[in-house]
């Protein structure tokens, strides 16, 4: 099997089994001899087919006489995958995507989609002109949604809430590969000698200027090959999520609990802020996300972590009034961490907004239940839409007296901020989009 079909595999299962690119990819590889300059040509062609999207479809729909779904889903993959080589891949000659293409649609096709797939193929090459998107002036929406692959929907909801400058801005850097941001272990090392260290693995790293624990690794071996991961001196963590425990402040000995919480960044690092003492409890409606916050834990030498199968929103009923500190790191729409999904982007909808909205509250609801008189109730989500956001904290507040919202910006260090509650976004920022509420509880 070659490396085109082998990225075709995996193109193929993010698009017709919905499942996870990188996922796929951490299970083809050792299933098979990759050498390394295969493997970075693989990710590259099925990360890029698959982020570039519903724009290869558009543009394929400008060489064919019939629409692109009304072929088999493979052989849609194929043209996909060869009109990127085209289109995005500079090193690849046409010649070569275009008979290569041509080869894959015998194997999982017949001699009438090979055909197809040579003449859509060979018709981008002699014509690239009629794949020219629309000007922004002529449709400005569309032009943004075209030239940044991203959904039309959301361009449209991004024009109208930040103005079409700062929408380009935002598709531009959801574009971007993002650096490795890691979060030291205090309870092992300073950021000072962790630095030192990845230096002497061979990475390229530097602090955070967000966090006084983080470090940006602008470039960096395998992450498992660094023995500074296995050893527990860090964790992988976004700049923008270190900031929810600082927001958090837990102190020593208290009882937190964090509702929503695997994989364990947050949970993890409220322990080393708390130096390990106290309880933390961890809670997530899947066994196999539990079992990772404990093997993160272990990993980074943490003991007052205890994990619980348990549904956010009954958290408020089983805890009644017992803990310190109680975070909401909710299930959200996920559109601040667009780049690092490639695959995501295309699977929302404006729809599952409103849905999530709801969901969000219940379990803002519960989790207040759970905080003792004098507590604090933090809220959190890696999305950008004030629906799921300020909308949810607003008719939080409006529905629960005893709870007031408290100044958020008072535990961080952040510039850009006129609001008690905090909200990141990636081009401004640099970070993933975040936003963080910080509330407390009547005596």
Not at 59 to 66: A, D, K, Q, T
Not at 163 to 174: P, Q, S, V, Y
Not at 272 to 294: H, P, R, V
Request: aromatic residues 6%.
């Amino acid at each position: 099997m070659n490396v085109r079909e082998l990225a075709l595999r995996v193109i193929n299962d993010v698009n017709i089994k919905q499942a996870y690119a990188n996922i796929v990819l951490n299970k083809l590889f050792p299933k098979h001899q990759i050498n390394e300059q295969d493997r970075r040509f693989i990710t590259e062609l099925a990360y890029g087919t698959i982020k570039v999207g519903k724009t290869l479809d558009w543009i394929l729909n400008r060489y064919m006489s019939r629409p692109l779904n009304k072929i088999s889903p493979i052989i849609q993959d194929i043209l996909r995958m060869g009109a990127y080589q085209i289109l995005f891949m500079d090193k690849v000659p046409d010649s070569a995507a275009c008979n290569q293409s041509v080869e894959l649609a015998k194997k999982y096709g017949h001699i009438g989609t090979a055909k197809l797939v040579n003449a859509v193929l060979r018709n981008i090459i002699r014509h690239p002109e009629k794949a020219a998107y629309p000007t922004p002036e002529e449709d400005s929406a569309l032009y943004l949604s075209l030239k940044y692959y991203h959904p039309l929907w959301m361009v449209e909801r991004w024009i109208k809430k930040i103005g079409k400058a700062d929408t380009e801005k935002l598709c531009a850097f959801n574009n971007c590969p993002p650096d490795l941001s890691i979060r030291t272990n205090l309870l092992k090392i300073t950021r000072e000698a962790l630095i030192k260290r990845l230096h002497s693995e061979g990475a390229e790293a530097v602090p955070s200027l967000l966090t006084p624990e983080g470090i940006l690794c602008k470039k960096h071996t395998t992450l498992t090959n660094m023995a500074s991961l296995h050893e527990g001196l860090f964790q992988v963590q976004d700049e923008s999520s270190m900031l929810v425990a600082h927001v958090l402040a837990p102190q020593e000995g208290e009882f937190i609990i964090d509702t929503c919480s695997a994989p364990g960044g947050k949970s993890t690092h409220i322990a080393a802020l708390m130096k390990d003492t106290g309880k933390i409890l961890s809670t997530d409606i899947y066994e196999q996300k539990l079992n990772i916050i404990s093997e993160n834990a272990k990993r980074l030498g943490i003991s007052i972590i205890h994990t619980e199968l348990i549904d956010a929103q009954q958290i408020g009923d089983k805890y009644p009034m017992q803990a310190d500190r109680v975070l909401v790191d909710a299930p959200c729409s996920g559109l601040g961490v667009l780049r690092k999904k490639p695959d995501s982007r295309w699977r929302k909808t404006e729809t599952l907004i409103k849905e999530l909205a709801e969901l969000q509250g219940e379990i803002l609801s519960s989790a207040a239940k759970a905080v003792k008189p004098g507590g604090v109730l933090v809220y959190s989500t890696c999305t950008t839409e004030v629906e799921e956001n300020n909308k949810v904290i607003e008719d939080f507040l409006a529905s629960h007296e005893n709870f007031i919202l408290d100044d958020a910006r008072k535990y961080v260090n952040l510039s850009q901020q006129n609001n008690k509650m905090i909200q990141l976004w990636p081009h401004i920022h640099n970070v993933d989009g975040f936003f963080i509420a910080r509330m407390l509880k009547n005596k």
